[in-house]
Each structure stands twice: as structure tokens, then as C-alpha cells.
């Protein structure tokens, strides 16, 4: 009886796993944190700041941010309101799948809020165009390449680059951000 309680307990554990909507992919012995919600890869955080910045300098480095990181997307900008304290925009940018020169331009909403005391960033609705020979170039949802990687069926044998270059530019925004914010 103990043991079959055991059994239950361990099983009630994982079945809390299931719940998640953030996926940890182990292909080649490297796990890929994306996180996803609602079925799509949504990276978000809030930030919390000094109650001594207010909204309006808070926007205003995060625009700067935006179109400093961003060259050339200013005209992608969908959302500038000061006043509400957003900034919603779509971004591009480039990982490098080989050292034959492959790569991929991605491309994600990227959502800051500005609040009193703090923001938060999200970034979702990622976009792929392969930029290699015999691929097509047009933009397609991540998530079809994403949920085929998941299961072990690859679309090509860099999709592991990809999805870690996702990941790591990804981060690697959201510390540019919070370094510029802090500032």
C-alpha cells in the first residue's frame, strides 16, 4: 500500500508539470527554455524601479532603447503613446545558423509598458524567413518549426541554432532593456 501511495504522489508531481505553458526542449543533450503561453512563444517580465523615475523619463528611455536597437523599424512602431505609457513595435533581427552563412531573420512583436515604478516587457508573435539555398524566404510562424522541433522532427538539421538564437537574443533584449532603464 505504501508503495502504491508513492506512486500516486510521484504521478500527482508531474501531472503539476503538465499545467505549464513553458516548454523546455532536450534535443542533443541542450535544453531550449522557450517559454510560450496560449500555444505561442511569449517571453515576458516586469521590472520593478525606483519610485523616483517617473513615467514619462521611463518612456522615453525605452523608445530610445527601441529605436537605438532597432534601426531602420521606427516605421514599425504600431503603438507610441506616452501618455499610457506603451511602446509596441515590431522588431527584426538576425541568428546565425552556421559558418556557411546561413541565418534567419526573426521577427517579434516587442510590447513595453511603462508604469508607475517600474514596466514590463513582452515580446510574442515571432516570425522565421530562412535566408539559405533551397529554402524559401518567406516569413512563417515560429511555432510551426518550434512544435516539429519539440517532437523530434527538425525542419532542418539548424533548427537547433535557431531556436537557441531565439532564446539567447531574446534574453539578451530584455537585459538591454533593464540595463537602459536602471540607467
Known amino acids: 500500500m505504501k508503495n502504491w501511495s508513492l506512486i500516486f504522489f510521484i504521478l500527482l508531481s508531474y501531472a503539476g508539470l503538465a499545467q505549464t505553458d513553458s516548454v523546455i526542449v532536450q534535443n542533443d543533450s541542450v535544453a531550449i527554455p522557450i517559454p510560450m503561453k496560449n500555444g505561442i512563444v511569449f517571453y515576458e517580465k516586469s521590472y520593478t524601479l525606483p519610485p523616483h523615475l517617473n513615467k514619462e523619463e521611463l518612456y522615453n528611455k525605452a523608445y530610445e532603447w527601441y529605436t537605438r536597437t532597432f534601426r531602420h523599424t521606427e516605421e514599425n512602431i504600431q503603438v507610441a503613446d506616452k501618455k499610457a505609457g506603451k511602446l509596441v513595435g515590431t522588431a527584426t533581427f538576425k541568428v546565425i545558423t552556421s559558418q556557411a552563412g546561413n541565418y534567419y531573420w526573426l521577427r517579434p ?46 525542419w532542418s538539421k539548424e533548427d537547433k541554432r535557431l531556436f537557441e538564437g531565439l532564446n539567447r537574443t531574446t534574453l539578451h533584449l530584455m537585459a538591454a532593456l533593464e540595463n537602459e532603464m536602471n540607467k
Not at 516587457?121 to 518549426?145: C, H, L
Request: without cysteine; charged residues 30%; hydrophobic residues 25%.
Open 109 to 154: 512583436v516587442i510590447a513595453i509598458t511603462i508604469e508607475d515604478g517600474g514596466y514590463s516587457f513582452q515580446a510574442y508573435n515571432y516570425y522565421e524567413k530562412p535566408v539559405e539555398k533551397g529554402i524559401t524566404n518567406d516569413y512563417s510562424k515560429i511555432e510551426y518549426r518550434w512544435w516539429d522541433y519539440r517532437q523530434g522532427k527538425p
